[in-house]
């Protein structure tokens, strides 16, 4: 990493002699910001005709939004996202009188409204593009600008609620209790624990129901499809609940998978424990091992995507600044010019 002040002559200097030896310029301004430090479109290209010139935007580059400030949850609050998380319901009046369970219950609600994923979202549609623009240029000879927002990348990640028309099913949301979505794609309590259960499918109702011992569900005109299951989805959740409440979760994980039957124990206990405990996990080599400069070693996630003859590389993250020195030196700096850029607040770094 380099951290520049680009307000600053000496920042400008170095800003145009490394885009020139650049593939990618990349930034998150909003409009006017970036041509007023140097590193707009047209500025760019006039270093560096080949370089692939991206723009991740929260609302774009035009529109009356554009100059708005956009936050992780601004992109899915304002395309509704932040209340399809909470559930059913409304949250009660700041003066109203609640006991503790209540309080506990709001406080649920309230943190399921904020735990919505554009920033995760754009980054993931973003490195996309970067790799597109990448790919064009290289095939077609044409660099080119490209731009992504966090409003249009959470549209793509929820495309099956983006189109309304007529006759179009109703987008499910969580119920009261924020335990899933009806009773057949919910968590359940377990006896010291919970599971996941995850049966949306018609032929699975009946291997559920089998696997349970309880095959008289079937025959029940309450459960006997699955608009009546969904008619009657309190009913059947008073059904399941006591049956679920019975059995340890490993009891009902193994039970239910071996009827091809999705059924998870939820790790209640936070992620860290499956993925340090999990046999699957090791066996795959979902985790490993990396270096932190300030930190030292620690445990991570491997890489998520894996190729057979390219095999990617994890690191341990870096310091502010951390790469200043050797970049400055591919462009001739000595380190006592360096370090009297440092002074003078052109450029910093965070020492390990």
């Known amino acids: 990493g380099l951290s520049l002040n680009l307000k600053t002559d000496e920042g400008q200097a170095i800003i145009k002699a490394l885009i020139p030896k650049a593939d990618v310029l990349l930034h998150n301004m909003r409009p006017g910001a970036p041509e007023r430090v ?44 932040a209340v399809a998380q909470m559930g059913r319901g409304t949250i009660p009046p700041e003066d109203a009188e609640l006991d503790m369970e209540e309080i506990v219950e709001v406080s649920r609600r309230l943190g399921r409204a904020q735990d919505v994923n554009p920033d995760p ?24 600008y490209v731009e992504t927002t966090m409003i249009g ?11 309304d028309y007529e ?19 919910r968590i359940y309590e377990a006896d010291g624990g919970w599971i996941y259960l995850a049966c949306p499918m018609e032929d699975e109702w009946c291997d559920l129901c089998r696997a349970l011992d309880r095959s008289d569900l079937m025959d029940d005109p309450r459960f006997a ?20 409440a019975s059995q340890r979760p490993e009891h009902w994980e193994t039970t ?18 499956f993925f340090d405990e999990d046999q699957h996990v090791r066996e ?18 491997s890489t998520v995507l894996n190729f057979s003859e390219t095999p990617g590389k994890i690191g341990g993250g870096i310091l502010r600044g951390q790469h200043t020195k050797p970049i400055l030196h591919e462009l001739g700096y000595t380190d ?12 910093d770094w965070e020492d390990a």
Request: proline share 6%.
């Open 38 to 81: 140097g590193i707009g479109f047209d500025q760019a290209r006039e270093l560096n005709p080949d370089i692939v010139y991206v723009y991740v935007g929260g609302y774009g580059s035009t529109g009356p939004h554009s100059h708005r400030p956009a936050m992780h949850p601004i992109g899915g609050a304002v395309s509704g996202g």
């Open 121 to 144: 979202n754009t980054s993931m549609v973003t490195s996309t593009a970067i790799a597109m623009g990448l790919y064009a240029r290289q095939r077609f000879g044409k660099p080119q």
């Open 153 to 163: 990348s959470n549209a793509f990640a929820n495309a099956d609620a983006f189109f």
């Open 167 to 185: 006759g179009a099913p109703e987008r499910p949301v969580a119920g009261p209790d924020g335990y899933g979505l009806n009773a057949l794609y």
């Open 225 to 244: 499809d699955s608009r009546s299951r969904e008619t009657n989805d309190d009913a059947l959740v008073a059904e399941l609940a006591p049956i679920f």
């Open 256 to 273: 239910l998978s071996a009827a091809d039957v999705g059924c998870v124990k939820v790790e209640d206990r936070g992620m860290f424990h």
């Open 284 to 301: 795959n080599g979902f985790t490993t091992e990396a270096e932190h400069p300030r930190h030292g070693k620690f445990w991570r996630h």
């Open 336 to 347: 006592d010019q360096i370090d009297e850029l440092r002074a003078k607040g052109v450029l």
